[in-house]
């Protein structure tokens, strides 16, 4: 089937012009200032900006989330994430308990997201049970497709804590098969003393969420992150960076001739730890994430540095969990609330509004930061991140007109909330193709639950290569 895009605006991440597209079967095959033939089906975008699609390196589906046995949302929710532009993720697989690295990605693949994704993805492996077993099974991670693994340095007496002499022999294993390892980086034992601090005082509403989560902690789990990392020779990626504190040790790494990247998320670059002061319990704990939101200064911090490259993309760090039920958790305790907000769907929109909208970043910046950069440093690119001929046709054609406001009606994300609900829009997704096939028509999802398709990671991706 030939499907021809026509008479719109095409924006990569190095280029900006009219032209025409055409898509036969799954693939670009030509891409032209004007492409004159039959097919199949005429897309005219005229007026419109034609991108690739979006794609998401960091969400957590089908997730347990620590209160009970219940699980984050599901798969089959990712109708949220493409209606939001986002064609392809890259999925934390955590291991299931009592379970290795290996058998808790095939379960993920032919279990957990067969037949339910919506979107394609990827998979990082992550550490969630230490066992001797582990650090052999990543021997195996080129056969697998599996390119990166990520690992707590927060989170002390859990089982997703990753001591330091572990996290050492982790990067020795993942250096010799060419993956990246990912770390969420905050002192664990710190935040455990003032998190009890704050217990044993009486405070206990979400506030408190980020005063016994302070910046400092977050830097120095970078630092000594890196300078491991370092030792090693290991690539390192920061995961959720949100503050300048952090900022500045990655900048120092570097600078020391560290191999260290970093990304950071929408809501550390639109929202203010303000709203976990909220005396409405129900509306604070939507913003409970970690680590946690910063101040104005760090948001304004943390898009300068998405522009000078420090940072090298946005991710969502999408976790489904409701208020209604699984938050209430915490509701007399701030310490007991799971952790997590859902945003898969709205990344690409709120970063347009509040970045390039505002001229914080370009429109190929934007490209960059949501589409190309995540696809290479996760071993998925051009096939992904890309509209380069012979790279698979996840297209996303956005009306740069339009103007509204985040309505969690209008595209529902499997929780009870949106944490961006009423802020202003600038710009919206109209058209989505995966693959070739349409899957969102006039900002409805069209396609079908399951078409989405593992896609298998190549090795010594972009944090080895270079960015």
């Not at 379970?99 to 339910?116: P, V």
Request: proline share 4%; glycine share 10%; net charge negative.
């Amino acid at each position: 089937m030939k499907t021809l895009i026509k008479n719109g605006t095409i924006i990569t991440d190095r280029n900006e012009f009219k032209g025409d597209i055409l898509i036969e079967d799954e693939l670009i095959v030509n891409i032209a200032r004007e492409i004159d033939c039959e097919a199949d089906k005429v897309i005219d975008a005229s007026g419109k900006y034609v991108m690739p699609g979006g794609v998401d390196q960091h969400t957590h589906y089908s997730a347990l989330c620590n209160v009970g046995d219940k699980d984050t949302a599901g798969y089959e929710t990712t109708d949220n994430a493409i209606i939001g532009g986002t064609t392809t993720i890259i999925d934390f697989a955590p291991q299931d308990p009592n379970t290795g690295l290996l058998d808790s990605i095939d379960y993920r693949i032919n279990e957990r997201a067969r037949g339910k994704a919506c979107v394609d993805f990827a998979l990082h492996a992550m550490v969630t049970y230490l066992m001797d077993s582990i650090f052999d099974e990543i021997d195996q991670f080129p056969e697998k497709g599996i390119s990166s693994i990520k690992i707590f340095m927060a989170y002390n007496g859990s089982p997703l804590h990753v001591d330091d002499g572990s996290y050492y022999r982790i990067l020795e294993k993942a250096k010799k098969v060419g993956a990246t390892v990912f770390v969420h980086a905050e002192n664990g034992e710190i935040l455990d003393f003032l998190r009890n601090e704050c217990v044993k005082n009486g405070q206990l509403t979400p506030k408190y969420h980020y005063v016994s989560r302070p910046p400092f902690t977050e830097a120095e789990g970078v630092r000594r992150a890196a300078y491991i990392a370092g030792k090693v020779g290991t690539p390192l990626y920061v995961a959720h960076v949100t503050c300048r504190e952090a900022m500045d040790q990655i900048r120092e790494a570097k600078g020391n001739g560290i191999n260290i990247n970093g990304e950071t998320c929408t809501h550390y670059l639109t929202t203010t730890k303000e709203v976990l002061e909220n005396p409405d319990f129900n509306e604070a704990a939507k913003y409970v994430c970690s680590p946690a939101l910063r101040d104005q200064e760090d948001i304004d911090a943390l898009w300068d540095e998405l522009n000078s490259g420090l940072l090298t993309a946005i991710s969502s760090d999408h976790c489904g969990i409701d208020v209604a039920e699984l938050k209430q958790a915490g509701r007399d305790n701030f310490t007991m609330i799971p952790n997590g907000s859902p945003g898969a769907g709205d990344r690409f929109q709120m970063i347009w509004t509040y970045g390039v909208e505002t001229g914080r970043i370009s429109k190929q910046k934007f490209v960059e930061l949501v589409s190309t950069n995540p696809a290479k440093i996760n071993g998925i690119f051009p096939r992904k991140g890309a509209l380069e001929i012979g790279s698979d046709a996840d297209i996303v054609i956005f009306d740069p007109a339009f103007r509204g406001v985040v309505k969690h009606e209008d595209n529902p994300n499997g929780v009870d909330y949106n944490v961006y609900e009423g802020r202003p829009l600038k710009g919206k997704v109209e058209t989505v193709l995966l693959r070739g096939s349409v899957a969102v028509e006039k900002g409805k999802f069209v396609g079908e639950y399951g078409m989405g398709q593992y896609i298998p990671a190549k090795m010594y991706a972009g944090c080895y290569t270079g960015i």
